[in-house]
């Protein structure tokens, strides 16, 4: 892979093909992790660490394992161990050296084992046939476009929180709007990919 189709798949998913806006995926600890921005960043960074993390095991584990022995048809279930591995992890250095965090996170934090953008990555990796160093830019665009979209959400949701918004149209109606009008935004950045 030549750097340059590499810096184009790396700001291609950042920018372009958000995970969150074009898949779909993940909408429930973007939706959950939005309300202020220090929980959005800490969401966001246990996030790439654990696709980052996951997408390099998984890799190895695919190539590594599973296709010399012929048994590609794991991949799924060992996927999602190891991600639960890794999620896992996060949590207890999390609550061990960043309780405050963890404690604002809450149940959002155990629920990144459930988060489709996680195993997504970890499958799209395989499915692509990238060699490694797109593998890599791949596992870090993704949830670093997920943590950027997170974080100006975050600050975009305070202040939709203090308009005065109708009453049906508080909370996740309004967010979910605002979310669309960003996904139409961020698709007028493909012509530029």
């Not at 950027?148 to 005065?164: P, T, V």
């Amino acid at each position: 892979m030549t750097l340059q189709s590499w810096i184009m798949l790396l700001f291609g998913n950042i920018l372009v093909h958000n995970i969150v806006l074009t898949r779909y995926l993940g909408c429930c600890p973007f939706l959950g992790t939005s309300q202020t921005p220090k929980s959005a960043i800490g969401m966001g960074l246990a996030v790439t660490f654990v696709i980052v993390g996951a997408s390099i095991v998984t890799y190895g584990l695919y190539y590594g394992i599973l296709v010399p022995f012929g048994l590609q048809y794991m991949e799924l279930v060992m996927f999602i161990l190891l991600i639960a591995a890794f999620v896992q992890f996060t949590e207890i250095f999390m609550k061990r050296y960043f309780q405050s965090l963890y404690k604002s996170l809450g149940i959002y934090l155990p629920l990144i084992t459930t988060n489709c953008c996680v195993l997504y990555v970890a499958l799209d990796n395989i499915k692509s046939g990238y060699d490694f160093w797109g593998m890599l830019a791949n596992s870090l665009g993704v949830p670093l476009g997920f943590m950027g979209l997170l974080y100006i959400f975050s600050m975009i949701r305070q202040r939709l929180e203090a308009l005065d918004t109708p009453a049906p149209l508080k909370g996740n109606p309004i967010a979910l709007i605002t979310i669309g009008i960003m996904a139409m935004a961020f698709a007028g950045l493909a012509g530029m990919m």
